[in-house]
């Protein structure tokens, strides 16, 4: 609370992490040195399948400062490689849904057969990177190419040659979903459309690549290491498992992260191989990704391919929907079924829809592999059913807006149960939003229907094509299993906490002071908050899918309840009254209704601590800090409608786009500026996603994307001015009210966007139902155009 | 000649030496051998903007530009951007504004936009928007970087208007 | 990515650098604005075994008129020419194109003569000479020649310098002040390289076009000149089935290579709308 009793959540404080970062004085880890530091370079296949035949380090090893080089072959003899699947389902999922998964288990440096272009076979430490350059260029790779299967679909027929031979199919997982009869609701169904959808190989592309570097302390046998990763606890878990130290012996930091979105999401075989380096070398390694690397070995995303059927009636009310999808995965699958899983729980959205049938398929192929990144699995659920209802009222002549409203569930059947499961395990429970609400918030943020179709009328009258788009998506947020929070009183009187979460641009140094100086009644800079490091909390999940303010506000509430009163038990020893008595005012704890009875924080915990003559009453045992794990009943359901309107060029194909409107929902809101921030990014990231960012593969598997000029990340010149309005349906599922907030902008901008594109060309009967949508496509589609 | 060189040049106005290979990049040079470590890199290929730095006074991109290039010149990093606590314009809109996430592209995004507002002090959005297009934000979406800009460019034009009280 | 090991030399006049360029008879490189070179370097597709620097040579960056022609140093940053005022008056194309040449980070280290010699089919400089009827002076072992636009540009990346030349100046024929231009250009993103770019100049005698200059960026190995579309509207004048029609035989005389950002298909019908639209554009405010 402020010293005039408003609360800090719900204000737009700006941000403590700012001053460090505006200055050049933030830390990321290629700016951590160490003493007698050395550096790494792997050496990573030119070819998208091979077995290895020989590697010769033999040049490399004698090259300048080189102080070692290691290929996969003996780290295969001295390490096990990374385990099957990184982000388990648990039981009540595993046992209630039909599956099946095959998943290998990645080396930390392939020694059998090259799986990608990218992959590393070997590694080189030098005194620099330019000499461990130098020698990886000496490296002598002996490779048998092997065809290279670079489409699920190719990699699922009978002859395809096989990725991981020892799991005899490519195949790497399966599973099916959904809810009453499809067949019969199909059969029965006045109209059906079937349509197949494309939702394309696109990434992250952090501005920071990765980046580890390990230290071995040879006095404790403990090595530290620091990564660019949004899971400390797991980097822990892994390289304490798999190099054979326990776990109290491994300590992972994360330093500032320069963007994550997922794809910093999971332990990467170099999270291993280097803490082994630095073990093995005596010395701290370093190993910083650089932007051509990261490309070819940096997880990539999306890359579905769906199969839609869909049965409705004269008023476009959705009566079944089946969806066969396939997944290309890559050649790992360090996620699992996580994010497949996501698409078919998120597919029917906010629509009713009785009769569901979803089945998936995720293969392997010759490519890097594919996982989490901002939306992971929504964006491509989204893209389905935002184009399909399009078609669905396009095919009727009404109103994308109103076929929407007509299947959408309202705000008075909240709480809405879909009849599915979630990831979780647990039936979905749509817990509290106003989605019809949220559609014409956004729609009339861009002026309203009505006045656009009399603006896209006058436009085709010139010649000029104008269109409107929706996209709208629900997403569960703050999944679990848990996350922890430790909150602690210390001498000084402020208030430490740490956590499992860590912030890879999140604004978490601020935001959870908010909340932290809410509850205590302190300033926000008397909240010392420490994340994203082991040392700092015995267990942790981690920064992904939209979990942390959830999660770790919960935790934190129980945290500081569970101290409170503690607390106010050892202040009221203090001050000879009854606890029911004290409030907690202005950095302390004091009597109601008596000003000048108090005590502060500081020496509450004083009196806290163990020894003699502390202040303790009888039955408080000694020390002032509590850790509470928060283990979320299931998730809570944010959700938004995006409204683009675009003008098309349709002579270059090129879009331009004319407004843009968010109507968000992420309950009740900790930060204001910081959550329109995420919204924008987010945002910034699916458009980039559906107009310009492309992953392009030849038939050799060959990465035709191999530096930004390839990718096209967006410019500022490329981005609209995004409108941004606000609904706030307070979670009941924890108690803030909160809801994750950190995906959801990239996961409607392409349904939006490629709604928008067929609606403005309708005249030429248009459709888009694939990604990316690029000027040649759209150009190409008017001049193929049938005649009217 | 492919052997050490001395280099001496002025990084936020104050005399630095140092020594290196001629293919050392700028940019490594800065981080490492001088040890101002603001400057980032996130491609190496003169693409997204994140190793911008003022070079005699004009933004260029020092993934670009050898270490021995920069004998006798002039630099501007991020950290000559504060006086003492007090920050640059640029800096305040960007806290202000909410123009920074994870801070990555930030020191090259402040540099990019000191620059430009020396060639447009009163630019338009769409302006502004063309004028930070050098470098890359994947955090922001550009929408509070855009603001930010604006806001500083007024300031720093009310920073120039002559004091009335002189005349 | 870090670059190879190279010698390196930053020689203080061009006899120097002809000097060792020839010693390193055709290994060695030389090192302008540095903004084509250097990510090449750093991705170690150049391993040139020396790089002769060209910044520390004084005297190459200028900007003077001499008679009827702009003089402009090869040094001369493209930042430079952005805001020169004899620029502005006297080649107004130019400076229209170089609006679209990548960022201003970019434009303050690139030079002009730099993006000459590099000929890299998509830039917009070397089709400003082309329009604009350019010549370069190049430096040798055997002396100094002038080259002009139509005979300097021979394949993506290739011009008709000899290894061992350095273009020293850039010379242009200053446009008639009543002479209209516009540069028409598509890129994906503001400052990527031309998927597609048209620049126009025209001299314009009422409703007649006595002189009609096109050239492209994007579209071909090289820039060109679209001789048919000139000849059209030379001779049709400026109506808008002439200009249609030059649309036409533009789009039918280039020979575009298909990449990642377009099919040749794609670039040759850019080049028709393009070029309809960057007539349009030119005498649009004469109209």
């Known amino acids: 609370m402020t010293e005039h009793g408003t609360p800090y959540v719900g204000r737009s404080l700006l941000r403590r992490e700012d001053r460090r970062l505006l200055t050049g004085r933030g830390q990321f880890i290629a700016d951590l040195e160490l003493p007698r530091m050395l550096h790494a370079a792997f050496i990573r296949s030119p070819l998208a399948h091979a077995r290895i035949r020989s590697v010769d380090l033999s040049r490399a090893a004698a090259a300048p400062g080189v102080a070692l080089a290691l290929s996969g072959v003996e780290l295969a003899r001295l390490l096990p490689p990374l385990p099957d699947t990184q982000l388990s389902l648990p039981s009540k999922w595993t046992s209630r849904v039909e599956h099946e998964f095959h998943n290998p288990q990645q080396p930390g440096l392939a020694h059998d057969k090259v799986r990608h272009v990218g992959e590393a076979v070997a590694v080189v430490v030098a005194d620099s990177r330019y000499a461990a350059e130098d020698a990886a260029e000496l490296v002598r790779l002996d490779l048998e190419p092997l065809p290279a299967v670079v489409s699920a679909e190719a990699a699922l027929a009978a002859d395809a040659p096989l990725i991981h031979e020892h799991l005899q199919t490519n195949l790497f997982g399966a599973f099916s979903m959904g809810k009453g009869d499809v067949a019969a609701a199909m059969a029965g169904a006045p109209h059906r459309l079937q349509r197949r959808f494309y939702h394309h190989r696109y990434a992250a592309m952090p501005m920071e690549c990765r980046g580890v570097t390990a230290l071995h302390d040879p006095r404790t046998d403990s090595i530290t290491i620091w990564s660019a990763t949004q899971v400390v606890h797991w980097v822990r878990r892994e390289v304490a498992a798999i190099l054979g130290i326990p776990e109290a012996r491994v300590r992972c930091v994360a330093l500032d992260v320069g963007g994550g979105f997922g794809l910093k999401g999971h332990v990467y075989p170099e999270d291993l191989v280097i803490p082994f380096l630095a073990r093995r070398l005596g010395r701290p390694v370093r190993w910083i990704e650089d932007r051509h690397e990261h490309l070819q070995c940096s997880a990539h995303s999306r890359d579905q391919l769906h199969d839609v059927e869909v049965g409705f009636d004269d008023d476009g009310q959705i009566l079944a929907l089946r969806d066969k999808f396939i997944v290309d995965c890559g050649a790992w699958n360090p996620i699992g079924g996580g994010v497949p899983y996501n698409t078919a729980a998120h597919l029917t959205g906010p629509y009713k829809i009785d009769h569901l049938a979803v089945s998936a398929r995720t293969a392997a192929t010759n490519k890097v592999p594919n996982t989490a990144y901002r939306g992971a699995g929504r964006p491509e659920a989204v893209f389905a059913m935002e184009r399909i209802i399009d078609l669905v009222a396009g095919s009727l002549g009404l109103e994308p807006a109103e076929v929407r409203r007509r299947n959408m569930i309202c705000a008075e059947e909240m709480p809405y149960r879909p009849g599915i499961l979630y990831r979780d395990g647990e039936p979905i429970v749509y817990d509290s939003g106003d989605y019809p609400g949220a559609l014409q918030k956004a729609l009339d943020a861009v002026g309203g229907v009505t006045v656009f179709r009399q603006r896209q009328q006058e436009a085709r009258r010139q010649g000029r094509y104008l269109g409107l788009g929706i996209g709208f998506y629900v997403e569960g947020t703050g999944v679990g299993p848990f996350e922890g929070a430790t909150v602690r009183i210390e001498g000084s009187g402020k208030v430490y906490v740490s956590s499992g979460a860590s912030s890879q641009g999140q604004g978490m140094e601020t935001i959870f002071a908010q909340i932290v100086a809410d509850a205590w009644r302190v300033a926000p800079d008397d909240v010392i908050i420490s994340f994203a490091d082991t040392a700092g909390i015995a267990s942790g999940s981690g920064t992904f899918a939209s979990r942390s303010t959830v999660n770790v506000s919960a935790a934190l509430h129980h945290a500081n309840e569970r101290l409170r009163q503690k607390a106010f038990a050892i202040a009221a020893n203090l001050l000879e009254c009854a606890a029911a008595d004290l409030e907690l005012r202005d950095g302390g704890i004091g009597v109601v209704g008596v000003p000048g009875a108090a005590v502060s924080l500081a020496r509450v915990a004083h009196a806290a601590r163990p020894g003699w003559d502390h202040g303790r009453p009888q039955g408080i045992e000694a020390g002032l800090e509590e850790t509470y794990y928060w283990e979320p009943p299931t998730v809570t359901w944010s959700y938004a409608a995006h409204a683009a309107i675009v003008e098309v060029d349709r002579e270059i194909g090129s879009v331009k786009i004319d407004k843009y409107a968010i109507a968000h929902d992420c309950g009740v809101v900790v930060n204001p500026l910081l959550v329109e921030g995420q919204i924008a990014g987010g945002t910034a990231q699916g458009l980039g996603g559906v107009l310009f960012e492309d992953i392009v593969y030849d038939r050799e598997g060959q990465l035709l994307a191999g530096s930004l000029a390839d990718y096209m990340v967006p410019t500022a010149g490329d981005m609209p001015e995004m409108v941004m309005v606000h609904q706030h349906s307070r979670s009941p599922l924890n108690p803030l009210g909160v809801k994750g907030v950190g995906e959801g902008g990239a996961v409607a901008p392409p349904a939006a966007l490629a709604n928008a594109i067929a609606d403005a060309l309708a005249p030429f009967r248009a459709e888009f139902n694939t990604t990316p949508i690029k000027p040649e496509q759209i150009a190409e589609a008017v001049r193929q155009a049938p005649p009217a | ?167 | 990515m870090k670059p190879a090991k190279f010698e390196y030399h930053a020689p203080a006049s061009i006899d120097e650098a002809l000097a060792i360029l020839a010693r390193y008879n055709g290994e060695a490189r030389l090192l302008a604005g540095g903004q084509s070179l250097v990510p090449m370097m750093n991705f170690r597709l150049a391993r040139p075994n020396a790089v002769v620097d060209l910044n520390r040579i004084e005297g190459l960056a200028y900007v003077e008129e001499e008679g009827e022609v702009v003089r402009i140093g090869s040094m001369t940053r493209q930042r430079r020419l952005e805001f020169d005022p004899l620029v502005a008056a006297k080649l107004p194309l130019l400076r229209e194109a170089l609006r679209w040449v990548g960022h201003l980070p970019t434009r303050s280290r690139g030079t002009i003569g730099g993006s000459i010699a590099h000929a890299d089919p998509s830039a917009e400089i070397p089709m400003v000479l082309q329009a604009l009827e350019g010549e370069v002076v190049a430096r040798g072992p055997q002396g100094e020649r002038r080259i002009p636009a139509r005979e300097l540009f021979h394949a993506a990346l290739t011009t008709s310098l000899a290894p061992l030349e350095i273009i020293t100046e850039v010379r242009f024929p200053a446009m008639p002040a009543l002479a209209a231009c516009a540069v028409e250009e598509f890129a994906r993103r503001k400052g990527d390289f031309a998927i597609a770019a048209i620049a126009v100049v025209l001299l314009l005698d009422g409703e007649r076009c006595t002189k009609a200059r096109l050239a492209t960026a994007g579209v071909g190995p090289t820039s060109v000149r679209l001789h048919d579309a000139e000849a059209v509207l030379e001779q049709k004048g400026l109506s808008e089935a002439a200009i249609s029609e030059a649309a036409d035989k533009a789009a039918a005389q280039v020979d575009p290579v298909a990449d990642l950002n377009g099919s040749t298909e794609y670039r040759r019908h850019l080049t028709g709308v393009l070029t309809g639209r960057a007539i349009q554009k030119a005498i649009g405010p004469a109209a």
């Open chain 2, 1 to 167: 000649m492919s052997e050490i060189r001395e280099i001496r040049l002025t990084v936020n106005g104050k005399s630095y030496q140092g020594r290196c290979e001629p293919r050392k990049l700028l940019v490594d040079f800065v981080r490492e051998d001088l040890g101002l470590t603001g400057t980032h890199i996130g491609c190496e290929h003169g693409i997204c903007g994140a190793c911008t730095i003022l070079f005699n006074g004009e933004a260029a991109r020092s993934c670009l530009m050898f270490a021995v290039q920069a004998e006798g010149a002039e630099l501007l990093t991020v950290e000559g951007l504060a006086k003492g606590d007090e920050y640059h314009p640029l800096q305040q809109a960007f806290h202000e504004h909410h123009a920074l996430q994870c801070g990555y592209c930030t020191p090259g995004m402040l540099i990019a936009a000191l620059d430009f507002l020396a060639t447009n002090p009163a630019p338009t959005e769409d302006e502004i928007r063309e004028g930070i297009s050098s470098v890359l934000c994947r955090c922001t979406g550009y929408v509070n970087i855009v603001k930010a800009v604006a806001a500083a460019a007024e300031v720093m034009r009310g920073a120039r208007q002559p004091n009335p009280a002189n005349d």
